[in-house]
């Protein structure tokens, strides 16, 4: 999930490594002679304001299996969350036992040694269970320092009955997109048909997929943003806005998105599973049947969207490590999966949960999880999160007249090869 990129921050020492310090409670675990366990789990849950109190309910529940043992919920907005951790984390004070973590954010942890190996504990139940693409996020150096809990991509969300007044069908590509904003506008004027997050670069990798383009190349150690793809990228943002097909924000772009299309201002946005419920809580859609879903429309080459989730790290420094992996085994379950999915209509990634009638049966993953199948990957690297902060600098510049495409992938491009000091 994303609702903006984290802020960055800096370590000291990558070489740190982590004293068995314990979480922000101060209370030890305990497991008796009888395997029972005890003690606090200190949870960071960086879901949205509309999820949190599923989230919150769905973690204290764990006390039911396990009674002596505190649940501690702390709910962390998500672009404070990468930094928090971090800074506890090395600190060696105040960071949660567990943490509901960007797919993005596990092997930048656990290059710096902040989470506990997996493999061979109680965290991991089931693991052929898993969507194999949802797996891949949770690896750093063939070990597993993460279990999976949500998966998901990005998606055009659209306001049925603007588009019908507009007489425009869904677009598929950004041609079509361009054309039925036109209608729309005039139709009725002073409202548009996309909300362009210029604020937030994970929305511009549907651009870049679109145009055959990626970030790097992982495999090849190379960089790859700034070739032509990466270009025409930034020239698609600019076009958009220049053409008024969309209306953007260099700042707040969430809310600003979120509002807009909400009380009918715009009737397209990009977004994902985890804007279903805020968006369903507006004035123009009381009927939730006005609120279509579609894929990303194409760019000149192709149609694409990023793999995004969220994952369940333990804290390699928590003092009740036997409750904490109980914890996250609890959290990633089938049954709370299909939990989470009855009452927020999100992806498990659990492939046997997607049996189940309640889930089988919602909308909303009958239309996600083909979506999700043909999602890009992202590189699982520990510098992957950092790559979106050169992004977010040149959307701005390139939005703001400061830069043309061209030098705006170029430098981008630069700033990744600093970045990652072994990529041509």
């Known amino acids: 999930m994303r609702r903006g990129i984290a802020a960055t921050a800096l370590v000291a020492a990558l070489g740190l490594t982590v004293a068995a310090c314990g979480s922000d409670d101060g209370q030890d675990g305990d497991k008796k002679s009888s395997g029972e366990l005890s003690g606090t789990v200190t949870f960071w849950d960086t879901s949205n304001e509309a999820e949190k109190g599923t989230y919150q309910a769905l973690a204290e529940g764990f006390t039911k299996l396990h009674p ?55 965290a991991i139940e089931k ?74 670069p994970y929305w511009f990798l549907s651009f870049l997929y679109g145009e055959g383009g990626d970030m790097v190349d992982a495999k090849g150690k190379k960089v790859v943003i700034d070739n032509p793809a990466g270009v025409n990228a930034y020239k698609t943002i600019k076009d958009l806005v220049d053409s008024k097909a969309a209306i953007t924000d260099a700042s707040d772009g969430w809310n600003n998105m979120q509002n807009a299309f909400k009380t009918g201002k715009v009737a397209m946005m990009l977004n994902g599973p985890w804007a279903i419920e805020d968006s369903r809580a507006g004035a123009e859609f009381k009927d939730p049947k006005n609120l279509g879903i579609a894929p990303v429309p194409a760019g000149s080459v192709a149609q694409g969207s990023p793999q995004g989730g969220w994952n369940l790290s333990v804290y390699a420094g928590s003092k009740n490590l036997d409750a904490s992996y109980e914890f996250a ?15 927020l209509s999100l992806l498990p990634t659990r ?60 430098d981008t491009g630069e700033a990744y090869r600093k970045l990652l000091k072994d990529y041509k």
Not at 155 to 165: R, T
């Open 68 to 122: 002596k043992v505190k649940v501690k919920y702390v709910n962390v907005p998500f672009g404070e969350a990468n930094a928090k951790f971090k800074n506890a984390a090395g600190g060696n004070s105040g960071a949660p036992d567990v943490m509901r973590t960007e797919v993005a954010w596990v092997a930048d942890f656990a290059s710096l040694g902040y989470l506990a190996p997996l493999d061979g504990t109680p």
């Open 127 to 200: 693991q052929n269970d898993w969507l194999p693409q949802a797996a891949a996020s949770t690896k750093f150096n063939d070990k597993t320092y993460a279990v999976p809990q949500v998966i998901d991509t990005m998606a055009l969300f659209y306001n049925k009955k603007m588009l019908a007044d507009a007489g425009v069908e869904v677009p598929k590509t950004l041609t079509e997109l361009k054309a039925a904003s036109k209608k729309i506008s005039e139709k009725s004027p002073g409202k548009t048909g996309l909300y362009l997050r210029g604020d937030d």
């Open 329 to 343: 085994k609890y959290m990633s379950s089938a049954k709370v999966q299909q939990q989470t999915t009855e009452k």
């Open 351 to 410: 492939t046997s949960v997607y049996a189940q009638p309640t889930v089988a049966s919602n909308e909303m993953v009958q239309f996600f999880k083909p979506a999700v199948d043909k999602a890009v990957e992202r590189p699982w690297i520990p510098q992957g999160n950092s790559l979106f902060e050169p992004i977010k600098l040149q959307m701005a510049n390139v939005l703001g007249g400061k830069a043309s495409p061209e030098k705006a992938a170029a």
